[in-house]
């Protein structure tokens, strides 16, 4: 009974090692494991999405602040004047709402938009619409950004 034991205990483990290793999300082009706080991607747009999957987790999920569904929400409400990338734009105007993600707790939606906005700046601040750039580790999205470029 002993050995059936240590057997059963030495097998649940193996499958731990190996699930833990396993991507959390699908994806063939990448994805990010916060158990293990692992990028994996395979060319630079991906990457980018994941690197502001991993810099939001290391900084404690800004995207779920209320700091950040106001500043998302205020953006949206910004009218002329706008000069930033189109594809931002409409990407943002897109995401779910304030109050869906309150009421009905969407919250990875914004987690989404914050890696998603991200990537369309392609890790660059001045690509960013103005009201964001606060919520970004900049000096870890650098440090990121050294690491995984060999990737593509």
Same mark, same amino acid.
């Given at each position: 009974?002993?050995?059936?034991?240590? $057997?059963?205990?030495?097998?649940?483990?193996? %499958?731990?090692?190996?699930?833990?290793?396993?991507? $959390? =999300?699908?994806?063939?082009?990448?994805?990010?494991?916060?158990?293990?706080?692992?990028?994996?991607?395979?060319?630079?747009?991906?990457?980018?999405?994941?690197?502001?999957?991993?810099?939001?987790?290391?900084?404690?999920?800004?995207?779920?602040?209320?700091?950040?569904?106001?500043?998302?929400?205020? *953006?949206?409400?910004? =009218?002329?004047?706008?000069?930033?990338?189109?594809?931002?734009?409409?990407?943002?105007?897109?995401?779910?709402?304030?109050?869906?993600?309150?009421?009905?707790?969407?919250?990875?939606?914004?987690?989404?938009? *914050?890696?998603?906005? %991200?990537?369309?700046?392609?890790?660059?601040?001045?690509?960013?619409?103005?009201?964001?750039?606060?919520?970004?580790?900049?000096?870890?999205?650098?440090? %990121?950004?050294?690491? *995984?470029?060999?990737?593509?």
């Amino acid at each position: 009974m002993k050995k059936l034991t240590v $057997l059963v205990t030495v097998v649940a483990l193996a %499958l731990c090692v190996v699930f833990i290793n396993l991507p $959390l =999300r699908g994806g063939a082009l990448g994805d990010y494991n916060p158990i293990l706080r692992r990028i994996r991607c395979f060319d630079e747009r991906t990457c980018w999405h994941e690197v502001g999957h991993k810099v939001d987790h290391l900084n404690g999920w800004v995207s779920k602040s209320d700091e950040w569904i106001a500043a998302v929400e205020a *953006y949206r409400n910004l =009218r002329g004047g706008v000069s930033i990338q189109t594809g931002i734009r409409e990407m943002i105007m897109q995401a779910p709402r304030l109050d869906a993600w309150r009421v009905f707790g969407q919250r990875g939606g914004q987690i989404e938009l *914050y890696a998603n906005i %991200l990537m369309y700046c392609e890790g660059d601040p001045a690509m960013m619409p103005e009201i964001f750039i606060e919520f970004y580790d900049w000096e870890r999205i650098k440090e %990121l950004e050294v690491l *995984y470029s060999d990737n593509y």
